[in-house]
């Protein structure tokens, strides 16, 4: 077999194709073996070829290992040897077939190039895996170093397989896609408060300690030319030092990030560190372009002009790349306010203005780091508030994963490339001196500049703080990337930068990315604390800024803080109008923090399965946010209503406002509390415009927040009782009248809940409130006061937008406007059979129990825990029915004022009693004796209600309800008291 | 001495400023002389402050009172050696913290209401928040606050709870180029 007569690039993609054609099973076997190995090399070298060759743009298809043909057959390797033969044999197994149609094609060519890449992302992920199973080694050894120890490995293997190193990070794929993913992500998350208020230590590191490191690094490894240190083989004159001194002195991005990451210092210092690492590429990118032209010129014929043209260079990349930026950051903003009809590709306008800031400032050669930068600092508020929920976690989470892939890929190739030998030159003595240089003059240029600094700033900058920042000044593949791109031709030592800076960065990222943890724990230095922030730190802080603010103008002081809130006004009075949504601009971010807060509170006591309600957290009410998350915040206010224990007093039964709206209520309760929603079992609709709130998601939801509800069932807190609670409680339970459904059969279960089911038993321990009241009413008192429109549906009576301050403890007057949530308008009309079989069943029960006041029966703990689970459902029913609408991507907003609405009621019934009608007074009496202390008494002894005048009118209630004037229905969102 | 001979000079820029405010030479400055800073009209809580100028019931703050409140903003120094006995300077955390929790507390009984500071809320946030919203939040702001459950955050629960968790309390309650001119204070007055 002539192994070397034709390269496999040249074959064309058929010729490797019909392996079917094998049919000796020992040939097919090894043929297989082989051809799998040649696959894999195929791969390799195509890969390779990509990689070093991007900078000229491949068309795809045409490309098929282009390194092949030139390389020729290289004798004696035996991977290659293998490919070959196996090439052969499917070369022969072609022949002995000929031509004509086949049925299955090869066509690797074809799908190469994505076909690598995708490989190669997906050898990085399957890599990062494989390091965080074990988590002991995880917190001892950075990710970064396994990476390049990978790397490492693998550029060995295909070293061996093929004797020349194919792969290396090529600067171009580096410098236009991996680079700007991890930019853009650092930027656009960058907590950009902390950012600016460290802005001027950021700019001195980044710029002075950025100069000083590159001009001392590159005349002391000079004068160590000089000194005969540096082998005479380093044909390196004094600008090629400094031009190697410019490249090896920035501290790197993606280095800092990957390790700070994993060091958790504290914040101020992360941000100064990071900051320089991300502002100094402007420095970096002049020195280098302004050294590489003074290099290619000669050192003899620089001018003095030319100097200067380098720091009006300067002066232009940096600002003209932050304008840059910013423009885009304003453009960004300006897109996203009119999204609202394309919420699918909202996160697409964020990825590509942030990139395209980056490529304009490329396109320009001014800093594209500083602009995409300041493009995510900018754009960040505007943008987050604009998009929606949904969009917001997608850009989060697109955004780090890509960078998180990337810096993966950068660090592997970090490894691969170091194992050409070809490619770099050894040389001791610049080794070791350009490492003490930098670590030496990084140390000195921190220390140096912290010392003026701290003159200046407010929280200086201690010992330990500069050791960390010395010890952080980490270089990575900026540099690397910098380095490979050099001319050999003008710069003659290129190829012992190369093996200086690849030795630099592995001693930065490996060594002291692997002992700073150490250090940082042995110095004891703050770490960041995961505090969660507080409603208290968020009102400060902006009292606080309004203070300094103050002072500074009463002192006459143009000072930061001045400026700040000069930025804040301009802001707000323009900016904020330009690119905010109208409805987003009338937001205030207090609010927002607030309802941060809320569903932060709410997921974590979801997480923790209830168990970590430190009750204080827990009794907070939690207004549950507008904006999303319905059934999150939905926990916490079940929760608050129902996190104590009851106590029921008897005389407040007494005095129920009217029992036809209680029966209502019951009904409603039980329904809603055991029906699911008909389930689909498929899904019909499928658009690629919106992401429906799938029918499928949305009764899964249901089902989880029905197992929550009984979860939470089981958790109790009594010690925090606030009064409001309380009563809201007691009146929502005390409408509760389990008795009158102890007849479980009523309820329809739909065979296929069987989460329902399983939930019971956790329901049943729970029996906590026991409590049974005998309506004096008769049955035929039903009929009569419900519409016959309630025959059909089981839901409350579709009246009364506005109902009446007594009315606001029936949940589904709770959100104001808002069609009945709850069974009514949906599932009848899908199940109108089952509800109209439960209510005719309820009825026939009801007649058959319920005819004088009778003394208390023990309740059935199943119904009695259906009853309470039916209680005050402050949003949990709603959220399914509001993402209903078939358009709806984000939860309707009315459906969360449910509780807020009732709570505040309760606050103006408070206030403003005089002006409460009939039937608020009504529950006057119904609330005073609910400010028991919260010790949750025994269930009382149930009693026959003495029947009250009231009560025995029902209707008339009902009807004053109906006829209630609809005082805001048009306006969900703003319940005025006035309303009431 | 160098200290003295530094702030001299600054403290010369602040009494400017207060003859400056001080626009009828009376050698006293009275509330109305601080619409001159036409900034804190902008400020939503720039009453408050002007108003913790002045002690209760005067109407008037002489120079070394104006001094003694700027005091509380300069920087803390780290490396002040802690004189026993000495009461704490002005610019101590603590002290910080009082002047501001004596912004919010406006009925000066120790304790920040929920009424005080749904009022301070109110300022701040205008007609951004509904009166709902801004209950909700106070509401929630005291009960994080309020350890010993008495309904509103003495100053112990602020300090505690508050800003000094931001573990930047130094920058929130510190203006930077106070840093000398204030420092002296001390000083002058004495001398």
């Not at chain 1, 000069?566 to 309802?595: G, T």
């Not at chain 1, 709130?693 to 197992?707: A, C, S, T, Y």
Request: glycine share 6%; charged share 20%.
């Amino acid at each position: 077999m002539d192994v070397g007569s034709r390269p496999p690039a040249s074959l064309p993609p058929r010729l490797l194709s019909s392996i079917k054609a094998e049919r000796d099973v020992s040939a097919m076997s090894s043929g297989m073996k082989m051809l799998l190995l040649g696959v894999t090399l195929l791969l390799l070298r195509a890969a390779g070829a990509d990689l070093s060759g991007s900078a000229a743009p491949h068309p795809g298809p045409v490309l098929s290992s282009p390194s092949a043909p030139p390389l020729g057959p290289p004798p004696g390797a035996p991977g290659v040897a293998l490919s070959r033969s196996a090439v052969e044999e499917e070369q022969e197994a072609e022949e002995h077939h000929g031509g004509g149609y086949r049925v299955v094609q090869w066509e690797w060519s074809y799908v190469q190039t994505p076909y690598i890449i995708a490989i190669w992302l997906l050898v990085a992920s399957v890599a990062k895996i494989l390091f965080h199973f074990s988590q002991r080694f995880t917190t001892v050894v950075p990710e970064s170093c396994m990476l390049i120890l990978l790397g490492l490995v693998l550029g060995g293997i295909v070293l061996i397989a093929s004797k020349k190193q194919l792969y290396q990070l090529d600067p171009s794929l580096f410098f236009l896609f991996l680079l700007p993913t991890i930019v853009g992500d650092a930027g656009y998350f960058m907590p950009a408060r902390l950012f600016f208020d460290n802005l001027g230590s950021i700019l001195t590191y980044a710029v002075v300690g950025t100069l000083w490191n590159a001009f001392c690094t590159g005349f002391s490894l000079y004068a160590a030319k000089l000194l005969g240190v540096i082998d005479e083989r380093v044909q390196a004159e004094l600008m090629d030092f400094l031009l190697f001194g410019a490249l090896i002195s920035a501290v790197d991005p993606v280095a800092v990030l990957a390790v700070f990451e994993e060091v958790h210092v504290n914040e101020m210092l992360f941000i100064i560190v990071f900051g320089e690492s991300l502002v100094n590429d402007a420095v970096t990118v002049v020195l280098y372009k302004v050294y590489i032209s003074f290099v290619e010129v000669g050192p003899g014929n620089v001018q003095t002009a030319d100097y200067f043209k380098g720091v009006a260079s300067f002066l232009i990349v940096s600002i003209g790349g932050t304008l840059v930026g910013l423009v885009f950051a304003v453009i960004l903003g300006f897109i996203t306010r009119f999204t609202k009809k394309v919420r699918i590709i909202e996160p697409l306008f964020v990825f590509l203005m942030v990139y395209l800031a980056y490529l304009t400032a490329e396109l320009f050669s001014l800093s594209a780091i500083l602009s995409m930068t300041f493009c995510g600092i900018g754009a960040n508020k505007y943008v987050e508030a604009n998009i929606s929920q949904k969009s917001r976690t997608t850009v989060k989470y697109t955004m780090k994963t890509l960078a998180s892939i990337a810096e993966t890929i950068i660090f592997i190739f970090l490894g691969i490339s170091a194992v050409d030998k070809s490619k770099w030159a050894w040389d001791t003595g610049l080794v070791s001196c350009t490492l003490v240089f930098i670590f030496v003059f990084r140390a000195v240029g921190v220390v140096g500049q912290t010392w003026v600094l701290n003159r200046f700033r407010l929280v200086p900058l201690d010992k330990i703080d500069q050791v960390v920042m010395s010890y952080g000044g980490l270089r990575g593949a900026v540099a690397f990337a910098l380095v490979v791109l050099l001319d050999g031709e003008q710069v003659k030592a290129k190829d012992y930068f190369v093996a200086t800076t690849i030795v630099v960065v592995f001693f930065t990222v490996m060594f002291q990315g692997l002992t700073i943890k150490p250090l940082v724990k042995w110095l004891k230095v703050p770490r960041s604390t995961n505090r969660k922030p507080t409603i208290n730190e968020e009102i400060h802080e902006r009292a606080f800024d309004h203070i300094l603010t103050a002072v500074e103008d009463i002192a006459g002081l143009q000072g930061y803080h001045h400026w700040r809130d000069k930025w804040e006004q301009f802001d707000k009075n323009y900016l904020s109008k330009l690119l905010l949504r109208k409805s987003v601009y009338r937001k205030s971010e207090l609010w927002e923090a607030y309802q941060k807060i809320n569903i932060r509170d709410a997921i974590s006591v979801i997480d923790q399965g209830g168990n970590v309600l430190t009750s204080a957290r827990l009794s907070l009410p939690s207004m549950a946010s507008r904006a999303s998350f319905p059934e999150v915040t939905n926990v916490t206010n079940y929760l608050r209503e129902n996190g104590s224990g009851v106590c029921l007093d008897l005389q407040v039964i007494d005095n129920v406002p009217g029992s036809k709206v209680e029966e209502d209520m019951e009904t409603h309760h039980v329904l809603a509390g055991n029906l699911y929603k008909p389930r689909k079992r498929y899904q019909s609709h499928y658009s690629r415009h919106f992401m429906p709130l799938g029918e499928k998601e949305r009764q899964d939801r249901e089902v989880f927040q029905r197992n929550m509800r009984s979860r939470m069932e089981t958790f109790k807190s009594t010690r925090h009782k606030r009064h409001k609670k309380e009563r809201s409680l007691k009146k929502v339970n005390m409408l509760r009248d389990p008795h009158r459904w102890n007849d479980p059969v009523v309820v329809p279960v739909e065979p296929e809940e069987d989460k329902a089911d399983h939930s019971d038993p956790e329901k049943e321990e729970d029996v906590g409130i026991t409590f049974v009241a005998r309506k004096a009413e008769t049955p035929k008192q039903r009929p009569k006061s419900v519409p016959a429109a309630l025959d059909v549906c089981q839901s409350p009576p579709p009246h009364t937008p506005s109902p009446p301050a007594a009315d606001s403890h029936l949940p589904w007057k709770g959100s104001v406007g808002a069609p009945p949530p709850c069974v009514s308008v949906e599932a009848t009309k899908i199940i109108p059979v089952d509800l109209q079989q439960a209510w005719n069943q309820s009825i026939s029960s009801l007649e058959s129990i319920s005819s004088p006041p009778a003394p208390a029966e023990p309740v059935h703990p199943r119904v009695s825990a259906l009853s309470r689970l039916g209680g005050p459902r402050p949003l949990s029913y709603t959220g399914p029915t509001a993402g209903g609408s078939p358009s709806a991507g984000p939860p309707l907003p009315q459906a969360s004022f449910s509780f807020p609405e009732r709570k505040k009621k309760q606050q103006v019934e408070e206030e403003e009693e005089e002006e409460e009608p009939g039937a608020s007074q009504e529950m006057q009496p119904l609330m005073s004796p609910l400010r028991l202390p919260g010790s949750p008494p025994p269930a009382p002894p149930p009693a026959p209600p003495p029947g009250s005048g009231r009560r025995r009118n029902p209707c008339v209630y009902l009807r004053s309800l109906v006829t209630t004037p609809p005082g805001g229905s048009s306006e969900p969102h703003s319940h005025r008291p006035t309303q009431l | 001495m160098f200290l003295i001979s530094v702030s001299a000079a600054h403290l010369l820029r602040l009494y400017e400023r207060f003859q400056f405010l001080d626009k009828d030479n009376r050698g006293h400055l009275r509330p109305e002389d601080f619409e001159a800073v036409l900034e804190l009209s902008e400020n939503p809580i720039g009453d408050r402050i002007v108003e913790a100028f002045f002690k209760p019931g005067q109407e008037t703050v002489d120079f070394p009172s104006f001094v003694r409140v700027l005091a509380h903003f300069r920087p803390t120094e780290k490396n002040r050696n802690r004189d026993k006995g000495q009461p704490d300077p002005a610019n101590s955390r603590t002290r910080k913290l009082k002047f501001a929790f004596r912004l919010y507390d406006r009925d000066r009984d120790g304790k920040i209401s929920r009424a005080e500071l749904l009022q301070v809320l109110r300022e701040m946030l205008g007609m951004q928040v509904t009166e709902e919203q801004l209950q909700s939040i106070a509401e929630r702001a005291i009960q994080e606050a309020d350890l010993d459950k008495d309904g509103a955050i003495s100053f112990d629960e602020f300090r505690k709870v508050g800003p000094l968790e931001l573990g930047s309390a130094f920058i929130l309650l510190t203006v930077r180029h106070l840093n000398d001119e204030v420092s002296s204070l001390s000083y002058w007055r004495s001398g």
